[in-house]
C-alpha cells in the first residue's frame, strides 16, 4: 500500500491525494509535518511535503509523485494520449506553479501566519501574479477542463495552486484576482465538484 506523507493544509498534499483518488489506489494517510529531522529529510531531501513511500522506498515532490502514478496505473489517464496535447498539459501545469503560485508565495507568511513581508515582494506579487494568470488563461482551452474533454493533471493543479494563489492575494490586496477571468472561475467552481477533489476538501475540513 502506497503511505501519503505531510499535511492535509498543504495543497500540494491535497493535490496528490486527489490523484491518488482518480487512480483509485488503495493509500495510508501519514501526519508528517515539514521538518528538518532525520526521519523527514529521508523522506524529502528538503523536508518538505507530501512524500509518498512505497515498498520502501521514497518519492517526493508533487509533479514526480503523480507521474509515477501515471506509471503506474496508466488509466484513468491523467496525462491525454497525444504527444502534443500531453505536452501542453504539463506546459500548463509548470506555469500555473512557476508564474502563479510561487509568485503568491512571496506573501505566504505575511497573508496566512501573520508574519512580515518587504513593500518589494508585496509590490512585485501584486504586478507578477495578474501577468502570470494572463499567460495562465492563454493556455487554457476550456473544453470544458483546463486542456480539453478530458480531467488531467493540468486540472489538479489548476483547482489547488491557483486556489492558494487566490486566497493570498485575497489576504493581502482584498481583491480576487480571477476577477478577469470568468471562464477560470468557472473551471475552478467544475472542479470544485469533481468526486475526488470533493473528498479531498470534506476530509480536510473533518
Same mark, same amino acid.
Given at each position: 500500500? =502506497? &503511505? ?15 490523484a ?9 494517510? =501519514?501526519?508528517? /509535518?515539514?521538518?528538518?529531522?532525520k ?5 524529502? $531531501?528538503?523536508?518538505?511535503?507530501p ?13 514526480? =509523485?503523480?507521474?509515477?502514478?501515471? &506509471?503506474?496505473? /496508466?488509466?484513468?489517464?491523467l ?7 500531453a ?38 506579487t ?5 501577468r502570470?494568470?494572463? *499567460? ?7 473544453? $470544458?477542463?483546463?486542456? %480539453? ?15 492558494? *494563489? %487566490?486566497?493570498?492575494?485575497? &489576504?493581502?490586496?482584498? *481583491?480576487? /484576482? ?16 469533481r468526486?475526488? =477533489? ?9
Amino acid at each position: 500500500m =502506497i &503511505k501519503l506523507y505531510g499535511l492535509k493544509l498543504s495543497n500540494y498534499y491535497s493535490l496528490v491525494k486527489a490523484a491518488l483518488i482518480e487512480k483509485e489506489l488503495e493509500f495510508e494517510e =501519514i501526519k508528517a /509535518p515539514p521538518s528538518q529531522e532525520k526521519e523527514s529529510l529521508a523522506r524529502s $531531501p528538503m523536508g518538505k511535503m507530501p512524500s509518498i513511500e512505497v515498498d520502501g522506498q521514497y518519492l517526493s515532490e508533487s509533479f514526480a =509523485i503523480v507521474n509515477y502514478l501515471e &506509471k503506474r496505473t /496508466p488509466t484513468p489517464a491523467l496525462l491525454p494520449a497525444d504527444p502534443m496535447t500531453a505536452g501542453k498539459t504539463l506546459e500548463l501545469s509548470c506555469h500555473i506553479m512557476l508564474n502563479v503560485e510561487l509568485v503568491a508565495r512571496r506573501c505566504l507568511y505575511a497573508a496566512l501566519f501573520g508574519g512580515s513581508v518587504s513593500d518589494e515582494a508585496k509590490a512585485s506579487t501584486r504586478e507578477d501574479l495578474p501577468r502570470g494568470l494572463q *499567460a495562465v488563461n492563454q493556455l487554457m482551452t476550456y473544453g $470544458p477542463y483546463a486542456i %480539453g474533454d478530458q480531467f488531467t493533471l493540468a486540472d489538479l493543479y489548476a483547482y489547488y495552486s491557483l486556489g492558494l *494563489a %487566490g486566497t493570498v492575494y485575497r &489576504k493581502m490586496f482584498d *481583491a480576487n /484576482p480571477l476577477d478577469d477571468f470568468p471562464q477560470m472561475q468557472a473551471l475552478t467552481s467544475l472542479l470544485a465538484e469533481r468526486p475526488s =477533489i470533493a473528498r479531498v476538501t470534506a476530509e480536510s475540513a473533518s
